[in-house]
């Protein structure tokens, strides 16, 4: 029976984010009078939008508040430095994924034409190496992987990704804040496919991140814990702003567009907690503020390397950001890489959920 209750609710939070995370969008549109007959086509055509040019106040602005953000991470990161426990021999396969990483670092910047049609398919390769060479580091900083030591879960978080980057596919639909080149000549089916496969690298990279992480970041002392006083009023609150959010992107995409990257996050935490089970974010009540340090710093590190490597490959995307996409670090504006924060928090939740099933192992961040 316990299993079942475990399963039921984990279908029942699942269920209801799934709704809301797809019908809020679609709503908001409806009540701003956008055309949505485009948002289901396949494959995905982003909204070319009238867009604001760059704005040198709304700018200012974002370095402003972002500049806090930054700090505060930085300040917290400081807390919860910690030692790793010792320093074992880097296995010999990691050379092997080195080897493996740079070789397609190569083949996807260069595209000679002996690739043939694998010229189209270096990104998910690439990734392939990151994980593996991120695995490798995981044993000789803390003497265990997810590939060592979680090999279920690992696999696991591969289609589990896929189907999670697929619904940022869709919010772009509303947002159209980037697009992909090198991909027009595709066929739906093949389009599929090419998105899916590396699609299903980003929970494994973000995730494997926050493991290697750990090694050098860990519970601070005496920092202060977090404990509201009223659990569920906070999770309707959440809730309800979560919800708002997903109208906003819907509705007013030219205000609304960074709203996507933290709306999905509230609205599966706010779910959470007003199910009466624990969020990821509970051990936040006994101080632990590296369980949102540590998976920040790792979307940003991964935001780093998609950046990096997308910026000479093809297929790649572009941006297009209304009020700041001026100033880029490859084809990133600035101050977008402040999104990977609080998307590589969304991936750790959602990797947590896996975990939540049953027969998966515990939880690698909490290790």
């Not at 779910?271 to 969020?279: C, D, M």
């Not at 051990?283 to 503020?289: D, K, T």
Request: charged share 10%.
């Amino acid at each position: 029976m316990n299993r079942r209750k475990i399963i039921g609710g984990w279908l029942l939070i699942s269920v209801a984010a799934a709704v809301l995370a797809l019908g809020l969008p679609l709503l908001g549109a409806f009540l701003g009078g956008r055309d949505v007959s485009g948002v289901l086509a396949f494959p995905p055509r982003p909204p070319v939008l009238a867009l604001p040019g760059f704005s040198p106040a709304w700018f200012g602005f974002g370095v402003a508040v972002e500049g806090v953000v930054y700090a505060v991470l930085g300040w917290l990161l400081w807390r919860c430095r910690r030692r790793p426990s010792g320093v074992r021999p880097f296995p010999r396969w990691g050379w092997a994924a080195l080897l493996w990483l740079m070789v397609w670092w190569a083949l996807a910047w260069t595209r000679p034409a002996w690739l043939g049609p694998l010229r189209d398919w270096t990104f998910t390769p690439l990734w392939l190496g990151y994980v593996a060479v991120v695995d490798a580091l995981c044993v000789r900083w803390r003497g265990w992987s997810l590939a060592t030591r979680r090999p279920a879960f690992l696999l696991g978080l591969f289609p589990l990704s896929a189907v999670f980057w697929w619904y940022f596919e869709y919010l772009n639909r509303f947002v159209g804040n980037w697009r992909y080149l090198g991909v027009e000549h595709l066929s739906p089916w093949r389009y599929f496919w090419h998105a899916t496969l590396p699609f299903s690298t980003v929970l494994p990279a973000v995730v494997s991140t926050v493991v290697l992480l750990g090694a050098f970041f860990g519970p601070p002392r005496r920092l202060m814990p977090l404990r509201p006083a009223h659990p569920r009023r906070w999770g309707w609150g959440g809730l309800v702003l979560a919800g708002l959010a997903l109208v906003g992107v819907g509705a007013w995409p030219q205000w609304c567009f960074p709203l996507v990257w933290v709306a999905p996050l509230g609205l599966i935490v706010s779910l959470q907690v007003l199910s009466g089970r624990r969020s990821y974010f509970h051990p936040l009540a006994r101080g632990h503020w590296e369980v949102v340090a540590v998976p920040a710093l790792a979307g940003l590190v991964c935001g780093f390397f998609w950046e990096l490597w997308n910026v000479w490959s093809l297929p790649k995307w572009v941006y297009v950001v209304p009020w700041v996409g001026a100033f880029k670090l490859f084809e990133m504006p600035l101050l977008g890489y402040a999104g990977y924060l609080p998307f590589g928090l969304e991936c750790i939740v959602v990797a947590v959920r896996l975990r939540r099933l049953p027969l998966m192992p515990d939880s690698p961040a909490g290790e």
